[in-house]
């Protein structure tokens, strides 16, 4: 089994890296911290020096809800490409982020306490996502160009109404927040906010677990894998379950994060194959990287003030992008 | 054992196929033949439970098929779809693995020793063991066809369904695929494929199910049904039927004259 043992070799070499970027990412910050002071203060959290302080309060909770929302979205991508079988598929498709943008675009105009902001914008996506499947409704499934056809038409809607709702607003200022919080930040968020996000984050993974069988009998093509007993409507509305829990659970800690989730699925099927089996796996690791790392470039690379990430992903993702589908060579 | 009784068969409101009764027994091997558009895949999928009749009913072993849930129905019978895009990277014994997939519950991932020994000699049967570690989408379309014919194998189930597994394979590939069928059939499956060619039905099955003008026109041995008079009702055009001096039979359109009609 040469081709389980190059993807097994690569899904942990994917492992190793994270590790590596998480020290990085807690090591790296305004206070800069000796690895070896990272390693000590994680094996002993009830220490009252600072580094235990900044690593157990600040950087460990941010750097694990870049883990939260890297994984969260590269598995959904993962998951709806598998099952449109098209790799042009991103998790916001489905509208989760343009329902969620909306609605923190109103709750900032209102005024509501910013530490509501999670559970609205959580609340939020999973209800457009529901919306969406709810109009992509065919007979007892969903009709996969019908979820795409729905997804663009409710997304560009509720992009319309946020950009009415920016320049509408009171004051500046609240036009301002509203666009950082579109432009993607992981910044001001605690342990209580990942507990959360986690929370939703393992039911969707957990769903994501189980349509996996099904997913790899619908790369035979649909017709076959009914014929192979799976049941397309069940597993249809499992992905879109699935993939809106991963999303909202993303989407309520980091605003807007663009492209992870096209490109990262399109990385990992070059190298652990489409294989869902592998793919679903990897892809949690391979997006936690890109976003700790695009992270730790968002908080450092200006002294001033940080960078919002979900620009910084865009600026990153979109040559990633381009090179995947334009210029690579057919995989071998 | 499957069991049409008085389908009535379509999409939406149009009707293609009416009063139409079949039985498939064990160890039988039975061609499904008739033109273009006249609704042998359709009859496949009814008798598959893909398609629910306008009327009328499918059963498998006295079980009506729209009562069996989707892995009961898997087990019961296999189907061999016409072709269908495949993911650039599926492997053959990946692709031979999912005929496993409705033995097992369906949130498991892999299935164990002994659904491995079951592909390994489904590959084997359709000589495909050399090709395992192959991406299907790089075999052509001979070993593509028998790929799926193995999956439906490793499905295991009493009645296997195949629609035109011929269409895109030479004279002695299609062949080897009904002399496959054939040896299946001797160890008791019950086999329906639906095949374009008549003269291929005719050489290699002992019962022709012949469809044609919205029903099935005639349901028998070879020599009942390969008679001019049928077919030429059948396919719309004057169709003689000649006896080889082997006393092989094949069906021959008559050339007309141009401009006659």
């Known amino acids: 089994m040469t081709v389980n043992a190059r993807r097994g070799g690569n899904l942990i070499a994917l492992c190793v890296v994270l590790g590596f970027a998480l020290v990085l990412g807690i090591a790296i910050g305004a206070v800069a911290l000796a690895p070896s002071a990272v390693v000590h203060a994680l094996t002993h959290p009830h220490g009252a020096d600072d580094v235990t302080v900044i690593v157990w309060a600040l950087r460990l909770p941010r750097v694990l809800i870049a883990v939260l929302v890297g994984g969260a979205l590269a598995a959904s991508g993962t998951l709806l490409q598998g099952m449109l079988r098209n790799g042009l598929v ?82 500046a200022s609240a036009s301002l927040q509203i666009l950082a919080w579109l432009g993607g930040s992981l910044a001001g968020h605690g342990w209580d906010d990942l507990g959360w996000a986690a929370l939703y984050a393992a039911l969707g993974f957990a769903l994501a677990a189980a349509v996996v069988p099904a997913l790899n009998a619908v790369r035979l093509g649909d017709v076959r894998a009914r014929a192979l007993g799976v049941d397309l409507e069940r597993t249809r509305w ?43 796996p990897a892809s949690i ?22 960078l919002p990430i979900g620009v910084l992903l865009s600026i990153l993702g979109v040559p990633a992008f381009l090179y995947l589908a334009f210029l690579r060579r057919r995989p071998a | 054992m499957i069991e049409a009784r008085d389908l009535r068969l379509g999409y939406g409101r149009s009707t293609v196929l009416r009063e139409v009764g079949l039985t498939l027994r064990a160890g ?52 061999v779809a016409a072709e269908e895009r495949v993911d650039d990277d599926v492997v053959v014994r990946e692709a031979v693995a999912l005929g496993r997939l409705a033995h097992r519950p369906w949130w498991h991932w892999s299935g164990g020793p ?9 590959l084997a049967r ?15 379309s001979g070993e593509r066809q ?43 499956a019950a086999i329906a494929v639906v095949l374009h060619d008549l003269n291929l039905a005719v050489a290699t099955v002992d019962r022709v199910v012949l469809i044609g003008e919205g029903t099935i ?22 169709i003689a039927v000649r006896q080889t001096t082997d006393g092989a039979m094949v069906a021959i359109p008559v050339r007309r004259a141009h401009g006659a009609r």
């Open chain 2, 217 to 238: 026109l005639a349901d028998g041995p070879v020599e009942q049904v390969f008679r001019s008079e049928l077919l030429t009702r059948a396919y719309g055009a004057e």
């Open chain 1, 238 to 280: 499992l992905v879109l379950i699935a993939s809106s829990l991963l999303v909202a659970a993303a989407v309520s800690v980091s605003g807007v994060v663009g492209y992870v989730g096209l490109v990262v699925p399109h990385v990992v099927r070059r190298l652990c194959g489409s294989d869902t089996r592998w793919a679903l």
């Open chain 2, 114 to 122: 002994d659904d491995e020994a079951i592909v390994e000699a489904a």
């Open chain 2, 126 to 140: 359709v000589d495909l063991s050399a090709l395992a570690d192959r991406a299907v989408a790089t075999l052509s």
């Open chain 2, 146 to 188: 028998r790929v799926w014919i193995a999956t439906a194998l490793a499905q295991q189930a009493p009645t296997l369904l195949l629609d035109e597994p011929t269409s895109h394979l030479d004279l002695a590939g299609a062949y080897a695929t009904l002399d496959v069928l054939h040896d299946l059939a001797a160890d008791g």
């Open chain 2, 28 to 79: 039988e091997l039975v061609a499904i033949v008739g033109p273009n558009g006249s609704g042998k895949s359709t009859l496949l999928r009814a008798l598959a439970g893909a398609l629910a009749p306008q009327a009328g009913e499918v059963a498998i072993d006295g079980t009506s098929v729209g009562a069996l849930g989707h892995a009961e129905r898997a087990r019961r019978v296999a189907m």
């Open chain 1, 90 to 171: 991103d998790p916001y498709l489905t509208g989760g982020s343009a329902g969620a943008a909306l609605t923190i675009a109103i709750a900032i105009v209102l005024g509501a306490p910013p530490p509501l902001y999670a559970g609205l914008a959580f609340a939020a996506a999973l209800g457009t996502t529901v919306g969406v499947a709810a109009l992509a409704r065919s007979g007892r499934g969903v009709a996969p160009e019908r979820i795409i056809l729905a997804g663009i038409a409710v997304s560009s809607l509720f992009g319309g109404l946020t950009t009415l709702v920016i320049l509408r607003s009171p004051s």
């Open chain 1, 285 to 306: 690791p391979a997006g936690a990287i890109a976003v700790v790392l695009a992270d730790l470039v968002a908080r450092t690379a200006s002294p001033r003030e940080e």
